[in-house]
């Protein structure tokens, strides 16, 4: 019996570890990903999991969403960020992942939009080495 259940849990860890496997594949999807954490729930120890190890600048994003924040309570609203398709392209070896960013009131009332280039790399899996609006 003992046997039995040790080997169920061996099977649980197994579909566990698969179900929560960080999936690093597509330079889109990494995107995706990283701004589902950094904008929309403002997790930086989940963004950092799709992120650079080193040579990260994020500097752009952050006062992004520290604008974002700080006029959530000024004005006493809230503020949702979303994007649109993402457009990976690559030019002498390096490619990078393009969106709108998209902020809106959560009433509907005003929105505003923002092209944003993302570099990336693959360095056991894609991952996001900075964030820049683009003019």
């Known amino acids: 019996m003992a046997l039995l259940c040790l080997g169920g849990v061996g099977v649980f860890v197994s579909f566990y570890d698969e179900a929560t496997k960080i999936e690093r594949k597509a330079p889109d999807a990494v995107v995706d990903s ?11 120890q989940e963004a950092s999991l799709y992120t650079c190890k ?14 974002i924040q700080s006029r959530e309570q000024r004005f006493s609203i809230g503020i949702r960020a979303d994007w649109t ?7 002498n070896g390096k490619t990078t992942v393009t969106t709108d960013i998209r902020r809106m009131i959560a009433d509907g009332s005003e929105r505003t939009t923002d092209r944003w280039q993302f570099p990336v790399i693959d360095d056991d899996g894609w991952r996001v080495c900075g964030a820049l609006p683009v003019a």
């Open 34 to 44: 990283f701004l589902r954490a950094y904008l929309v729930n403002r997790d930086d």
């Open 54 to 67: 080193s040579g990260l600048d994020l500097s752009r994003l952050e006062a992004f969403r520290t604008d």
């Open 85 to 91: 398709s993402l457009t990976v392209s690559s030019d």
